[in-house]
T-cell receptor, first 115, second 117 residues
């Protein structure tokens, strides 16, 4: 069945460091891929998404490229800030008709950025 | 509305009690999803509604779990005879159905943290 495997945390970085959080997936068909973020005390928010192979999603300095050949959707940011401290979830969504269907999430990676 | 709201935010139940968790989706959103998030884990799908129709309930862990959305807006997730393993955060998400076949964004509520003692 469909699944998402995400780099385990926690990850601790200094401010302005480079961030990579690995995510790989197993899926039939052509899923959409997402990164969601959960800031302390807040609900899940969509960070970025890509709906087909080679698409690059980007938002707030974060980027991820949908790589079908390696079934990956790694999250990157060139220079992290303290305010990026949060839990990051990679997720997979079905693409059929007009409905996204339910999301399948990875276990989450907790990022702590120190000043 | 401003976003997806859920109530109560926290619920403590004694083992064997019934609980009802409410979700108010964003006005006009056709799709509504319930997820269960155990501590330190990612959310796991429970059930999905399109308007008032429950199209997928494959994630409900047992027949003690029941969800409804009778008028196609507010939804209630009911858990009967709660067990300790039901302790988790229950998340509701809504989505505006896409018309072009693309994947729409799901907007999540803050969740209800259920603790069964």
């Amino acid at each position: 069945g469909n699944s998402v495997t995400q780099m385990e945390g926690p990850v601790t970085l200094s401010e302005e460091a480079f961030l990579t959080i690995n995510c790989t997936y197993t899926a039939t068909g052509y899923p959409s891929l997402f990164w969601y973020v959960q800031y302390p005390g807040e609900g899940l928010q969509l960070l970025l998404k890509a709906t087909k192979a080679d698409d690059k999603g980007s938002n707030k300095g974060f980027e991820a490229t949908y790589r079908k050949e390696t079934t990956s959707f790694h999250l990157e940011k060139g220079s992290v800030q303290v305010s990026d401290s949060a839990v990051y979830f990679c997720a997979l969504g079905k693409n059929y008709g007009g409905s996204q269907g339910n999301l399948i999430f990875g276990k989450g990676t907790k990022l702590s950025v120190k000043p | 509305g401003a976003g997806v709201s859920q109530s109560p935010r926290y619920k403590v139940a004694k083992r064997g009690q019934d609980v009802a968790l409410r979700c108010d989706p964003i006005s006009g959103h056709v799709s509504l999803f319930w997820y269960q998030q155990a501590l330190g884990q990612g959310p796991e799908f429970l059930t999905y509604f399109q308007n008032e129709a429950q199209l997928d309930k494959s994630g409900l862990p047992s027949d003690r779990f029941f969800a409804e959305r009778p008028e196609g807006s507010v939804s209630t997730l009911k858990i009967q005879r709660t067990q300790q393993e039901d302790s988790a955060v229950y998340l509701c998400a809504s989505s505006l159905e896409g018309t072009s076949g693309g994947a729409g964004e799901q907007y999540f509520g803050p969740g209800t943290r259920l603790t069964v003692t």
